[in-house]
């Protein structure tokens, strides 16, 4: 591995906003934000929307999908002719 041309990894933690679930890992991300962890130091944090804590295809959580509500739309905007031809 060539010196000098890696970013300088260490230890962030990161707060799924979502799901409120915090976790401590490695990264090179960059932020003014702070935070004391449960093992008294204090490291960067960087807020997301979304991780595997959150996400539905990690939770195994189905989302109820408005079907009736977008083909009562598209029979509005189109006519109920639309629909029916193929």
Do not use: K
Not at 5 to 28: C, G, M, N, Q, Y
Not at 34 to 55: F, K, M, R
């Amino acid at each position: 591995m060539r010196t000098r041309i890696h970013p300088e990894s260490r230890p962030v933690v990161f707060r799924d906003r979502a799901a409120d679930v915090a976790f401590l890992t490695r990264s090179t991300a960059h932020s003014p934000r702070t935070i004391e962890w449960e093992d008294g130091n204090t490291y960067p944090l960087i807020d997301v929307e979304i991780s595997s804590a959150s996400h539905p295809f990690y939770t195994r959580a189905s989302r109820v999908v408005d079907t009736a509500g977008r083909v009562e739309r598209f029979e509005r905007r189109y006519g109920r002719v639309a629909s029916i031809q193929r």
